[in-house]
């Protein structure tokens, strides 16, 4: 099994700045791409941020140029910089990891944090 564990949310003035951490631990080999989500109320849940295993990067039109996702491989963990946050950034923020387990198995396994609220007041 693999856990992801979020921090890093919480309540910030629009034009501020927030980072979030996302530790993933359990029985890994390696992660593949890494990704934030966010979900805000009586909205789907839509991509923020991934970065893959060789560092490229894409980002929602809405969050470029103002969000950095960043991963450590020896940490197991991916970071989101979010600054000039503004409030429609408010939103319940997942991390998700795409995970191979053994090096004898193929296949890979998506996980997802248990989410943290960032809220931005105007």
């Known amino acids: 099994q693999v856990q992801l564990v979020e921090s890093g949310g919480g309540l910030v003035q629009a034009g501020g700045s927030l980072r979030l951490s996302c530790a993933a631990s359990?029985?890994?080999?390696?992660?593949?791409?890494m990704g934030w989500y966010r979900q805000a109320p009586g909205k789907q849940r839509e991509l923020v941020a991934v970065i893959t295993s060789g560092g490229s990067t894409n980002y929602a039109d809405s969050v470029k140029g103002r969000f950095t996702i960043s991963r450590d491989n020896g940490k197991n963990t991916v970071y989101l910089q979010m600054n000039s946050l503004k409030p429609e950034d408010t939103a319940v923020y997942y991390c998700?990891?795409?995970?191979?387990?053994?090096?004898?198995?193929?296949?890979?396994?998506?996980?997802w944090g248990q989410g943290t609220q960032v809220t931005v007041s105007s």
């Open positions: 359990g029985i890994i080999f390696s992660i593949n791409a």
């Open positions: 998700n990891c795409n995970v191979r387990t053994s090096p004898s198995i193929l296949a890979t396994y998506h996980y």
